[in-house]
């Protein structure tokens, strides 16, 4: 039987179930062969902080959305097209976010009484009317997958754990993906269990049988690749990003990486990352505590190595000190921040923006600090290693904001050439600085960046002692005198004031729009997404993103100033904005909403049209 | 200083040619000089900001005039501190050092050993900043063996901000923060360090050089973590505080002296004193005169069963009836720089040194033209 295929530009999908229902991993998958079809992508992973909440219940609720096109795109989507609800939980979940006529494939096998009770069900969805503004195919998932797996040296449990991959097969099916790299990936994954394999695999294949046969599905949906520029591309997610671009960035400075961290969510998956990296020189050590793991960066920063830590709010509040210590000793450092939703635990899986503030002033005294953040998934490569570049040449700490929805998002990436790299190595200093020939001043400046010289233990004749006692300028020497101290503040901020960052640039095609609407860090897609559809509605819009948030590009007043209103989304209630304010007297329009999740598109372009609206 | 040399940490040894102990295991991995050093090398030009008649008066001076001995390169020895009275130490050496924040000196130290095995690091710290503040990084560097010496100067009360009590003071302690006495029992800490299982564990006191720098000696032969207790006279917030040792009345009745592969004896005369196996599991203290030779305890620093050598630090409780004073263990395991550089070292070669170009085109990829 041959169906009927249907063209489409864009489709999301998103796929909800159990929080050991394996949907993580199904979303993988079916973005790799996406990816490996030639699509644009971005997906949204949205999981809860407990590994294993009470199973069937609304808490307990993982899903993976998945945004693939013909065309090129910014966001993993607003509302997805197709839900897979992979129990009554996911549903109901899942349900508001549907709009009227998407398709829900639901396993009707978990739709039983005691399921639906536990989220409130009263009757079942699947058989009363109320789904009836969507299309619904109510499948029996597990059962068929058991069914298909008749014969299989598999036990039941691990059976109808295959439905997952029954699921994923139907998935593929419906929209025409590349089966190989699946079938690849379960042989690998199970290679120590052959019939593990063998039987995951089986399940793939049915799901695909079954779309192909079943009269649920009538047609199937084609979405063909899109025009991306010529080059070889991976899909990466930002975590993954971000530990190759600290690898980069080591060889790239032709020094050792030392990353000292302490496993926080979401962070953890670049301190895993970079600890399969030894062969690159790569020291990974998981320390006692977040004050250990920058404590311990910065040991080795002192020893020439670049040190780097990881780790998201909680652990920046405690790093502080430490952080301090690196602006007084003036050592290169780079502290990434994996962002999430707080205060305090907040929500540790859940995507924020709210601690710029606190990488900008969280520490005592007058402690300036780099800022810089990625605004996609992929850009998290060329950040870090903009953060490395930065600590190096100024010999300063540098705060690195990612989020969680950068740091688990992914879309594909142009493997970049390695000769497209910038040198980012600097010099150790060798001998004495002093006029007199002999004589070593660990704080005798540059001219250029006011970096001061960067002397490792092992060189002869630069024996010299730091600390976070205030120092005489050039000597480095213990002083409490009042105008050294105040020159010293000075110095440091000139130095952070000077450091040399690319200028903003400006999105505005018809060069005469009103309306600026300005970001930073991962709001960029959803941002742009925004600004795309008010532009096809006919409005006129600029659009600009900030990657250095401190020191601002020199000419940010200038590009602010230029328009009758500045725009400014951020998932905080207005931080960047205050600073804008602050520093310009320009008055930002702010769009705040802190759910723990991105913005989406729509919302954004309804906000855009009405700022371009309103008087 | 070359990037190899800092990343290829285990091939960077010194020369290592054989002068006793020092050159053993502990600093194998330390360039070494054939220039003579002497104590002046290692004074600073910055003038010593201590209360006259502290302590750490003593236990500098016996620091360098110790560090000649070692034969090192200069340049490869870094002192790292805290913040404390004691923690301004390394500003009076004339070798690379950092002067850090409170408690976090093991931390700093951990990450500069463990990318850096051609360096001898050496850790100052006091009762507060080690056992209160740093309490936790303490334990984990020593249960970690990373290749530190860490002199932790006690002397009881916090000196710097005027005059609390510390981790370390006696109950009761009458101090401008406890008018009606501490409450809290205090640290022993080397029975802290032994729990932590460090390798190296040992008590000497700022007034006996000849016996700190034997201590000192021994420290620095050890790969990995030393922990050395410095009983160290604060004469302006808590004087005399180890007085019982030191004054010739008494001290030779509660100074047990520990000497690997001796009968642990002590006192003199018919108060002569011996440690033998209580039955309850511990050690006890007995009079010399009441036990046969074949029940007193022979002190063997190198039992690879830390339960004696707690049992021993145990002796000081109630404080200063028996203060045992010397090696409580030194038992050797790899240290933690060691393996870790192992790790890289197998890494590089079962894969090869890392290909960024490999890295970056790993796992799925495809092809747009």
Same mark, same amino acid.
């Given at each position: ?11 999301? !999908?998103?796929? &909800? ?86 398709? !829900? ?29 969507? +299309?619904?195919? &109510? ?21 109808? +754990? ?5 699921? *994923? ?18 042989? &690998? ?11 995951? !695999? ?34 990466? @997610? ?5 530990? $190759? ?87 290169? *450092? ?5 962002? +999430? ?43 870090? !290693? ?5 600590? *190096?040449? $100024? ?6 904001? @990612?989020?969680?929805?950068? &740091? ?66 050039? @000597?480095?020497?213990? @002083? ?11 110095? #440091? ?89 602050? +520093? ?8 705040? #909403? ?22 | 200083?070359?990037? =190899? ?46 209360? /006259? ?16 001995? %070692? ?18 130490? /390394?500003?009076?050496?004339? =070798? ?51 290749? %530190? ?18 981790? =370390? ?42 016996? %700190? ?65 209580? /039955? ?34 145990? %002796? ?54």
């Amino acid at each position: 039987m041959t169906k009927q295929v249907q063209q489409l530009d864009r489709v999301i !999908i998103r796929f &909800a179930g159990d929080s050991g229902d394996g949907m993580q991993l199904t979303g993988d998958r079916f973005t790799a062969e996406t990816a490996q079809f030639g699509n644009d992508l971005s997906t949204l992973p949205n999981f809860p902080a407990e590994i294993r909440a009470p199973a069937g219940t609304l808490p307990g609720v993982s899903s993976f959305q998945l945004h693939f096109a013909d065309h090129d795109i910014l966001t993993p989507g607003d509302a997805p097209n197709v839900l897979v609800a992979m129990n009554p939980a996911a549903l109901k979940a899942n349900l508001a976010d549907l709009p009227r006529g998407a398709d !829900i494939i639901a396993n009707t096998d978990e739709f039983t009484k005691r399921n639906l009770s536990k989220v409130g069900y009263a009757g079942n969805p699947l058989e009363d009317d109320s789904l009836k503004e969507w +299309r619904l195919h &109510a499948v029996p998932l597990t059962s068929l997958t058991v069914k298909a797996l008749e014969g299989f040296d598999v036990s039941k449990k691990d059976a109808e +754990r295959a439905k997952n991959m029954f699921a *994923l097969g139907l998935l593929s099916w419906l929209y025409n993906r590349p089966t190989e790299g699946t079938t690849a990936f379960l042989e &690998a994954k199970f290679a120590a269990k052959p019939e593990i394999a063998k039987a995951n !695999i089986a399940a793939f294949q049915a799901g695909w049988n079954y779309g192909e046969t079943t009269e649920s599905f009538s047609v199937s949906y084609e979405v063909k690749p899109a025009a991306l520029a010529p080059g070889v591309y991976r899909n990466i @997610s930002g975590n993954m990003a971000l530990a $190759y671009g600290l690898v980069a960035a080591s060889v790239q400075a032709k020094l050792p990486l030392f990353l000292g961290s302490y496993p926080i969510t979401p962070a953890s998956d670049i301190l895993h990352e970079l600890s399969k990296h030894k062969a690159f020189g790569v020291r990974t050590f998981q320390a006692e505590d977040e004050i250990a793991g920058v404590g311990a960066a910065l040991g080795a920063s002192f020893g020439g190595s670049l040190g780097v830590t990881t780790t998201s709010g909680p652990g920046v509040a405690l790093k502080a000190e430490t952080v301090g210590l690196a602006v007084a000793t003036e050592l290169p *450092l780079v502290i990434v921040d994996v962002q +999430r939703a707080g205060p305090s635990t907040g929500m540790p899986t859940k995507t924020e923006q709210t601690d710029l503030l606190m990488a900008m002033f969280g520490r005592n005294g007058e402690s300036p600090v780099p800022v810089l953040a990625p605004a996609t998934p992929a850009d998290c490569f060329d950040m870090a !290693i903009e953060a490395a570049r930065i600590a *190096l040449a $100024y010999r300063t700490p540098v705060m690195l904001l @990612s989020d969680g929805y950068l &740091a688990n998002g992914s879309e594909p990436w142009r493997i970049p050439d390695i000769a497209e790299l910038p040198d980012i190595s600097v010099e150790f200093a060798t001998t004495p600085n002093g006029e007199d020939g002999t004589t070593f001043l660990p704080f005798q400046r540059d001219a250029d960046t006011l970096a001061r010289p960067w002397a490792v233990p092992g060189t002869p004749g630069l024996e010299h002692r730091i600390g976070g006692i205030e120092k005489a300028d050039g @000597s480095g020497n213990i @002083s409490y005198d009042p105008d050294n101290h105040d020159r010293m503040v000075h110095l #440091r901020q000139a130095k952070i004031d000077g450091i040399d960052v690319p200028d903003l640039s400006v999105d505005d095609p018809t060069g005469d729009a009103k309306v600026l609407v300005l970001g930073w860090g991962s709001t960029y897609g959803p941002i742009a997404a925004g600004v795309r559809r008010a532009r096809a509605a006919g409005h006129k819009v600029a659009q600009a993103h900030l990657r250095h948030l401190n020191p601002l590009p020199a000419n940010t007043g200038q590009v602010l100033r230029a328009y009758d209103k500045v725009l400014l989304p951020e998932i905080n209630l207005g931080q960047l904005a205050m600073l804008l304010r602050a +520093r310009f007297l320009v008055d930002v329009i702010g769009y705040n #909403r802190v759910r723990g999740l991105p913005f989406k598109a729509a919302e954004l372009a309804t906000v855009i049209q009405e700022v371009i609206e309103s008087d | 200083m070359k990037v =190899t040399e800092i990343r290829n940490g285990n091939g960077a040894a010194g020369n290592g040619s054989g002068n006793g102990s020092l050159n053993g295991r502990g600093l194998a991995l330390v360039p070494r000089t054939e220039v003579k050093q002497t104590l002046k090398d290692f004074k600073s030009d910055q003038e010593v900001r201590w209360c /006259p008649g502290c302590g750490d008066y003593a236990i500098l001076a016996a620091v360098q005039s110790f560090l000649p001995e %070692l034969g090192l390169k200069r340049e490869n020895i870094v002192f790292v501190s805290g913040i404390g009275c004691s923690s301004r130490f /390394p500003y009076y050496l004339n =070798t690379y050092g950092i002067h850090s924040i409170h408690g976090r000196a093991p931390a700093i130290a951990t990450g500069l050993a463990a990318s850096r095995p051609d360096l001898s690091v050496w850790v100052i710290t006091g009762d507060g900043d080690a056992l209160s503040i740093g309490g936790n990084h303490l334990i984990h560097a020593l249960r970690r063996n990373v290749n %530190l010496n860490i002199l932790l100067f006690n002397n009881r009360i916090y000196g710097l901000t005027k005059g609390q009590y510390s981790p =370390t003071s006696e109950i009761g302690k009458i101090t401008k923060s406890t008018p009606m006495g501490s409450l809290d029992k205090p640290f022993n800490p080397i029975s802290l360090a032994l729990g932590a299982e460090a390798g190296f564990v040992a008590r000497t006191i700022d007034s006996d050089r000849k016996h %700190l720098q034997g201590v000192l000696r021994e420290a620095a032969a050890h790969r990995g973590a030393s922990l050395v207790e410095i009983y160290q006279n604060c004469n302006i917030f808590n004087d005399n505080a180890f007085e019982a040792l030191k004054d010739p009345a008494t001290r030779d009745e509660i100074t047990v002296k520990l000497e690997h592969g001796q009968p642990i004896v002590f006192g003199t005369g018919d108060n002569e004193k011996a440690v033998r196996l209580s /039955p309850t599991g511990g050690v006890e203290v007995v009079r010399r005169a009441d036990v046969a030779d074949s029940e007193i305890l022979v002190h063997d620093v190198h039992n690879p069963d830390p339960s004696l050598a707690f049992a021993l630090s145990r %002796l000081d409780d109630p404080a200063f009836e028996h203060v045992p004073i010397g090696i409580f263990r030194s038992v050797d395991r790899p240290s933690y720089d060691q393996l870790l550089n192992e790790q890289l070292d197998t890494a590089i070669a079962a894969k090869g040194p890392g290909s960024l170009a490999g890295l970056l085109n790993s796992g799925d990829t495809w092809q747009i033209n």
